[in-house]
Structures are given as C-alpha cells and as structure tokens.
C-alpha cells in the first residue's frame, strides 16, 4: 500500500523503494516486489501481483509434507516460514536456538500447541546439530551460490556438514535473487564486524535440499528460481 502511493510517479517510486529496502536490508521479497514494480508496465497492479503472490506462497505446507516423522529438527530462530511448519506437526522435536530475538517465541507457540521444543543456548548450537537428525534454515534472501541467514546459521550448517547430517534451506516467493540483487543486498546486511551482525552468509555448498514453494530440489539448482528483474538502481 505504501509503494502502491507513489507508483504513478517513478522517482518517488524509486527513492520509496530505497528506503524500504534500506529499514529491511534482508528481505529479499521486498526487492523482489520493487523490482517488478520498477520494470512492470503497470507498477500499482505489479505491486498487489506481487504481494498476492507472497501471501499465497505454499513454502511452509511444502516443507511441512517433505519434513520426516519422529525426527530432531535444529532451527536459529523463529522463521516466519519455519514457524508455521513446525506448528502443523505433532512429531517432530524441535531445537531452538535464538540468535537474533525471535526464537523464544517460537519456543513459546510450540510448547502452547503441545509440541516438543528445546530452548538451546548460543554455546550449544553444536551439540544440538549432533543430536538432531536434520538442520532446516530459513533465508531472506538466496543468491546463486550463498544465502543470507539468522546469525548461527553458518555454524549449524558446518558442523551438520562435518557429521553427515541433511541441511535444508528454506527460500519461499521473491527470495532468490539474481547475482547482481542479492550482492548489494548482502553488503547492506554484511558489516565489517560481521560477529555484532544479526545475520550472516552461508554458501550454498552446504546445503542438501533448498525447499521452495515448488517443493524440494538440490541446493546447487536453486539459482535457477530467481524470477527478479535486475534493477540496480535500487541500491545507488
């Protein structure tokens, strides 16, 4: 509805779009949705396109059917995506550690729906990759060869690389984004102290599955999903 204001006008359209992205540097879908706005025939129509598709997206109840039963699941945080999930099934121990603030509420919602849930501290994120059987990492945005996530991400995903265990990724509507979109996007969220950062980048390499809204393929293969036009004066 904001952008939808100034659609009629291209260069308060841009300069809106900045500035959203600027208070929102991780989320992916918000460049996805002015980007197609900037290079749409109809920016207002784009923009409610966008955000209709956003809404329907069917990433959680994908994820939701490809998650194994009597299984340990390690999360960092309270993904919108990953929240919802986890919510609609009953066998599955979940293994929180918050990172960034989110995920004791998440803790919350489960132990509420009669759920099984661990609140792990920061210091055990490694320990509870070992007694998990699958990692499952939400992303704002995916570029072609990494992902940016919650903060502990990188460090789940090595050490469930190291003892064999299965990382998924989870990247719903607008989050994967051309090389040159999510690039900027990253060095927005990337600070030179990256260990004060609530987020962090983690290569691809590591990840078995990416779960998107049309189910589960392999990780090197989701840089075959971006549908964002490449608009770089977003970032100028």
Known sequence: MALGAVAHDRSELVLACRQLIEHRPSSGPLVWLAARMLTGSDPGSEGWD?????????????????????TGVVVIGGGELVSRALLARGDIE????????????????LDIADRLAVDVPLAGIGQAVLQSDLVVLETGALGPESAICNIGSLQAAAVANAAGIPIWLVAGVGRCLPQRMWEPLRDMVITDEPWEDLHEVVPIDLITS????GGPIPGPEAKFRTDCPVVP???K
């Open 210 to 213: 990416v779960i998107g809204p």
């Open 94 to 109: 979940v293994f929180v550690a918050d990172t960034v603030g989110d995920g004791n509420g998440l803790v919350h919602r």
């Open 233 to 235: 004066e977003l970032f």
């Open 50 to 70: 966008a955000a209709e598709m956003i809404e329907r997206d069917k990433t959680d109840r994908e994820l939701t059917h490809a998650l194994p039963g009597d």
